[in-house]
Every structure is written in C-alpha cells, then in structure tokens.
C-alpha cells in the first residue's frame, strides 16, 4: 500500500513468524499498544457467522502507532508476562480530529 509506514521490525527477511492484523485500541503505555484483532467464523452448530475479538498487546519501540491506526504486528520472543507480538507496519492511518479548546 501507499501509506504503509515500515518499522525496524519489518526490516526482517522472510520469515516463519505469525502475523496479526487489527486496530490500536490503546496507546497508554510506554512503547507498548494493545491492538485488537477481529476475525469472523463461522458458528459450529448454528451456522451463523459470528465476530470473534482478542487483543495483543505487542511492543512499539518509535510509538509511531496512534489510537485507532491499522496495524501488522509480528510474533516475537516473550518481552513481559502479556508482551509477545512486535509492531511490523502501521497499514492505515486513523483520521486524527484536532480537540477544540474551550475558553
């Protein structure tokens, strides 16, 4: 894609890492966001398609990430007890609305 912003980890070669991609819901921490990844399957009995979500939290060492940004994160070794995931590439860009200053 045009827009698509490269970090240090997607310097990498091929590889044989799993790779996720979803939206930062969070962007409180210190060089790590929690990215939300949503899929949707198939119902095993029911036969209805339903939306299953699980979030990541993965490891943004430039904090380039902003909140609701379109993100590929990579499989990584364990970086804390939740940390597993890297930030690979941000893939689109949230619209960022400027606050407006009340006086």
Partial sequence: MADEVKTPAAAET????????????????EKTICVQVTRRVTHPFYKRIITKRKKFYAHDETKN??????????????????????????????????????S
Avoid: C, H, Y
């Fill in 65 to 102: 990430a902003k909140l609701g940004d379109f993100v590929r994160i990579i499989e990584a070794r364990p970086m804390s007890k939740l940390k597993r995931w890297t930030l690979d590439a941000i893939v689109r860009r949230a619209v960022q609305v400027n606050e407006i200053k009340a």
């Fill in 14 to 29: 091929k590889t044989n890492k799993q790779t996720q991609t979803g939206e930062v819901v969070s962007i409180k921490m």
